[in-house]
C-alpha cells in the first residue's frame, strides 16, 4: 500500500499522473512536464514535497551531537532561522543523505529524503547515545514548495499579515516560524522561492489558494529537470554511502576543524589520495537525450560515467552529470552503440531562468 500525502486528492483533482516514488503515490506530472518545467522557469509553481521527512532535535548537548553527526559545521549558524546544506557521512567517507539543517530558537531541524527515512532514523538515533538529545519526527505536517521569479509575490499576497511579514525579512536559507507555519527560503530549482512546512489540516487551503492566484502545480518530472539545470544532485544518483561528498561536487559543504567529524578521516585521505574522481556539467553537442549509467569515454579509454542526465528545456539540449576521472576537450558519450561528443561545462547550467554555465577547458 503507498503511502498518501494530505494533497493526494488534489493532486488527483488537478489532473496529476500518480505513480510510486519511494513507497508514496506521487504525480508525475499534470499532463506536460515540459510546460511545468518552463512555468517555473516563467512565473510560479508549487510542489508537494510532504513525502520528505522533518526531524526534530533538542537537549543539552544537541550542537555538540550536530557538529560530530554533519560534515557541514553547525556552528556556522550563528542566529536562529539560518540553515546550511550538509551530508551525513558514514564511517567510511560516503554519503549517507544531504540534507538541510535550520537552527531553530530551541534545538535543529533537519529535512531529509524520503526514501532514507528509516536508515536516516536509525542512524541519528544509534549515533545520538553518547549525547544527551531527543529526536523526534513531528507528525501531521505537509511541506509545500513555492518557485519562480514571482513565487514570493504571490505566495505573500494569499498568506495572513504575520506570516507575509516574515516572509518579507527572510534571506535566502532563513527560516521562521509564523505561529505554527514553519516558511524557510530554500528550495531544488534554481529559482526564487520558499518552502513551507505546515500542519496537514492548513495545507489543502494553501494549496487551493495558490491554484486561485495562478500558481501551477508541478510534478516529479519537472522537478527532476529543474534541479538538473540547477545543478543540484539527487540522492541515489548522484551520490550515495559509496561516494565521497568529494566526489559528488560536494566538497565545498565539508567543514575540516577540531570537531572530529564521522567520516572526516576516510574524506581527509581521499584529499591526500588525490584519486577521487570529480562530478562535471556536460552538454550533448548533438540531437540526444542524456540518460544516467551511460558510459563516457575519452578517445578509446572509459573515463566516467553519467549520473543523471534530461532534455534541458531552458537550453534546448541533452545536459547530465558525469563522474569522470579526467576531463579532456574530447569527452564523448556511448549511446546505443553510437559515440557522440560532450561538452564539458561547469556547475550549475542555470540560475533564475538563465544560463550561467562556462566550459571546462
Known amino acids: 500500500m503507498l503511502k498518501k500525502t494530505c494533497l493526494n486528492s488534489c493532486h ?41 521527512t522533518v ?58 529524503n524520503c526514501a532514507t527515512r528509516e536508515k536516516d532514523l536509525a542512524w541519528i538515533e544509534a549515533c545520538s547515545e553518547a549525547f544527551e538529545v531527543v529526536v523526534t519526527t513531528p507528525p501531521n505536517l ?10 514570493l509575490s504571490v505566495l505573500s499576497s494569499v498568506l495572513d499579515s504575520a506570516q507575509a511579514n516574515l516572509l518579507s525579512q527572510l534571506a535566502v536559507f532563513e527560516s521562521g516560524f509564523a505561529g505554527d507555519w514553519f516558511l524557510a527560503r530554500t528550495g531544488y530549482t534554481g529559482e526564487q522561492g520558499a518552502e513551507i512546512v505546515l500542519p ?7 494549496w487551493q489558494a495558490l491554484l486561485a492566484s ?9 522537478r527532476d529537470t529543474l534541479r538538473l539545470e540547477a545543478g543540484m544532485n539527487l540522492y ?23 570537531r572530529d567529524f564521522i567520516g572526516e578521516a576516510a574524506v581527509q ?40 542526465g534530461a532534455f534541458s528545456p531552458t537550453l534546448q539540449c541533452g545536459i547530465g552529470f558525469a563522474r569522470v576521472s579526467a576531463v579532456t576537450e574530447s569527452l564523448f558519450v556511448e549511446i546505443r552503440g553510437k559515440q557522440l561528443p560532450l561538452e564539458p561545462v561547469s556547475l550549475p547550467f542555470v ?11
Open 12 to 52: 488527483i483533482e488537478a489532473g496529476g499522473k500518480m505513480v510510486d516514488f519511494g513507497g508514496w503515490e506521487m504525480p508525475i506530472h499534470y499532463g506536460s512536464q515540459l510546460d511545468e518545467h518552463l512555468w517555473v522557469r516563467a512565473s510560479a509553481g508549487m510542489f508537494d514535497v510532504s513525502h520528505m
Open 55 to 112: 526531524i526534530d532535535l533538542v537537549g543539552p548537548d544537541v550542537k555538540p551531537f550536530l557538529r560530530k553527526l554533519l560534515a557541514n559545521d553547525v556552528e556556522r549558524l550563528k542566529t536562529s532561522g539560518q540553515a546550511l546544506y550538509s551530508a551525513m557521512l558514514n564511517p567510511a567517507g560516503g554519503v549517507l543523505d544531504d540534507l538541510i539543517v535550520y537552527r531553530l530558537a530551541e534545538g535543529y531541524r533537519l529535512v531529509v
Open 142 to 151: 505537509s511541506i509545500l514548495a513555492v518557485q519562480g521569479p514571482s513565487a
Open 200 to 206: 496537514n489540516a492548513d495545507a489543502p487551503g494553501l
Open 214 to 222: 495562478g500558481v501551477r502545480p508541478i510534478g516529479l518530472g519537472a
Open 236 to 258: 541515489g544518483s548522484d551520490m550515495d554511502e559509496g561516494v565521497s561528498p568529494l566526489a559528488c561536487n560536494m566538497a565545498w559543504t565539508v567543514v575540516h576543524n577540531d
Open 269 to 308: 585521505a581521499a584529499r591526500a589520495a588525490r584519486v577521487q574522481p570529480r562530478l562535471i556539467g556536460v552538454m550533448l553537442k548533438e540531437r540526444g537525450v542524456l540518460r544516467a549509467h551511460y558510459p563516457v569515454y575519452s578517445a578509446d579509454a572509459r573515463v566516467g560515467v553519467l549520473t543523471s
Open 351 to 361: 540560475r533564475h531562468g538563465k544560463p550561467v554555465y562556462s566550459v571546462i577547458s
